[in-house]
């Protein structure tokens, strides 16, 4: 087997880092998962969300004030 990363040869069995050939392969490869520099295609996702105005209860009417 090749590791997925440098391309070099690996051992399946008996290799604590497997699939790849090492543990710097595989911390490269996991920092590199946590800097955003590898993604999984799809959709955009739509990250805005708009919340109610905060004078408006949760069916929209206004809020009485509490004194």
Known sequence: MTCPLCLQPSTWESN???PFCSE???MTDLGAWATEQYRIPGSTL???TSF???S???DGTERQQHS
Request: hydrophobic share 5%.
């Open 24 to 26: 710097r392969c595989q």
């Open 46 to 48: 739509n990250t805005h």
């Open 16 to 18: 604590p880092w497997r």
């Open 56 to 58: 408006e209860g949760d």
């Open 52 to 54: 109610p105005d905060s």
